[in-house]
């Protein structure tokens, strides 16, 4: 399945972390994936409310990730799906993805867990029940760009 | 930013479910070509199984097969897997740069909390 899980450990309470992840003031402090700035953050933090958040790369790309709360239990667990626009345009053909994250009290503080996952059919069911992770890491490592690039030449 | 469809991906992906079929693409990526029946000799499954497998990875566009004479040869067509590599890579890294600074932000608003409480 195509999906992505990633976990963290955070030295903070998760009423923290919750609000962090949810208000537009906390969204501005973090999201994106390189230190561009974060230009607008609306959230509206209730099931069926909407996100919407604009944020500039260093590259001086503009991006724009939308999309709609589907579960918020506070301080525990958020879900919503995804949608990324680059420069005004849906991009990755529109596709819905969503995202999960559970916050668990720690001693330390929260452990956040964010799944990832691309919207499809049946078929990722099937692949999320045979325990797609362990292959797709064995894959990615097979599969590297090296290798394709030598087949191509032959 | 790439663009990519979805039903490409969803079949790349599900075409990787099988490990028969990830067994076949393994070799492939060793050995860039192969014969059908080349393929088919290190598994217990018989041959029209191999075929069914390869029917898959080569719907998904994993796999290119070409006939030469009576063999059937077989070759590796990276594409799909790349995008579907593309997919996983691009927001892995969009969460864990985003996660480090999420982490750094609430461990400072914690120990903000913290001073103002004492």
Redesign the interface.
Same mark, same amino acid.
């Given at each position: 399945?195509?999906s992505?899980t990633?976990v963290?450990r955070? /030295?903070?309470?998760p009423s923290?972390?919750f !609000?962090?992840?949810t208000t537009p003031e906390?969204i501005s402090?973090?999201?994106?994936? +390189?230190?561009g700035p974060v230009l607008s953050a609306e959230t509206d933090v209730r099931v069926g409310g909407q996100f919407r958040v604009r944020f500039r790369m260093l590259d001086g790309?503009d991006?724009e990730s939308t999309g709609e709360y589907l579960e918020v239990v506070a301080p525990e667990r958020l879900v919503m799906s995804w949608r990324?626009t680059?420069g005004g345009e849906l +991009? !990755?053909?529109g596709?819905l993805s969503r995202i999960a994250i559970d916050l668990k009290p720690i001693d330390i503080?929260?452990e956040?867990t964010?799944t990832?996952e691309?919207l /499809?059919?049946d078929?990722?069911r099937?692949?999320h029940e045979?325990g797609?992770a362990g292959?797709?890491d064995k894959?990615?490592r097979?599969?590297s760009?090296g290798?394709?690039d030598r087949? !191509?030449q032959? | 930013?790439v663009?990519?469809?979805?039903s490409q991906?969803?079949?790349t992906?599900?075409a990787?479910?099988d490990p028969t079929r990830?067994a076949i693409?393994?070799r492939l @990526?060793q050995e860039? &070509?192969a014969s059908v029946s080349d393929l088919a000799r290190p598994f217990v499954i018989k041959l029209p199984a191999v075929m069914k497998h390869l029917a898959v990875l080569d719907e998904a566009g994993l796999i290119v097969r070409t006939k030469e004479g009576r063999t059937v040869m077989v070759?590796?067509s990276?594409g799909p *897997?790349?995008e579907? *590599?593309d997919?996983?890579s691009r927001? @892995?890294?969009?969460? &864990?740069? &985003?996660?480090?600074?999420?982490?750094?932000?609430?461990?400072s608003? @914690?120990a903000d909390?913290r001073r103002k409480k004492r």
């Open positions: 399945m195509t992505l990633l963290r955070i /030295k903070a309470r923290i972390v !609000e962090a992840l906390g402090s973090w999201w994106g994936p +390189d230190s790309s991006h990324w680059t +991009d !990755e053909a596709n503080g929260t956040l964010l990832h691309l /499809k059919s078929a990722s099937i692949t045979q797609w292959a797709i894959l990615a097979r599969f760009y290798a394709a087949h !191509e032959t | 930013m663009k990519y469809g979805a991906l969803d079949r992906f599900a990787l479910v990830r693409l393994a @990526e860039q &070509s070759n590796l990276p *897997m790349r579907a *590599m997919w996983l927001y @892995e890294r969009f969460w &864990s740069k &985003s996660l480090n600074r999420l982490a750094t932000y609430a461990e608003t @914690e909390a």
